[in-house]
């Protein structure tokens, strides 16, 4: 199941470049966000292949990915990312409160239950 998805996302989602062109109109909100903060500490969930935290890991020290996918955490990681792997809410419990600085997600909470999101967002909130 790991691999299919992995198959699936470099057939249909686009490649890397196209995303993080996607996503760089966040750019500027995320450093607003950081502006000041002396060791911004930043937390994506929902890594995927890598290519939002991948823009960020060259600019923030403490930059971690979190993916439940063996196969795209096996690819991130070759790719030098610090990504965590497990289920977003167990992840997110490993995280001390009030440490995170930034939280990304993208394309994650349509694949979860209402008490499950509700518990992620708690979590976040958390942290």
Known sequence: MDS?????ENKFRGDPDSIRQQFSCY???????IAGIADPKFVDIGSGRGEWIQN???KIKDCYG???NSKMV????EMGL??????AITSLKGFSSS???????????????????IELLSECYRI
């Open 66 to 68: 979190l993916e439940i």
């Open 82 to 87: 610090t990504i965590l792997q497990g289920d």
């Open 99 to 117: 440490t995170i600085s930034v939280i990304t997600i993208f394309h994650l909470i349509e694949h979860l239950k209402y008490d499950e999101l």
């Open 56 to 58: 960020w890991n060259k």
């Open 4 to 8: 299919n998805y992995l198959e699936f």
């Open 74 to 77: 096996e690819l991130t990681r």
């Open 27 to 33: 750019n500027s909100l995320i450093e607003k966000v």
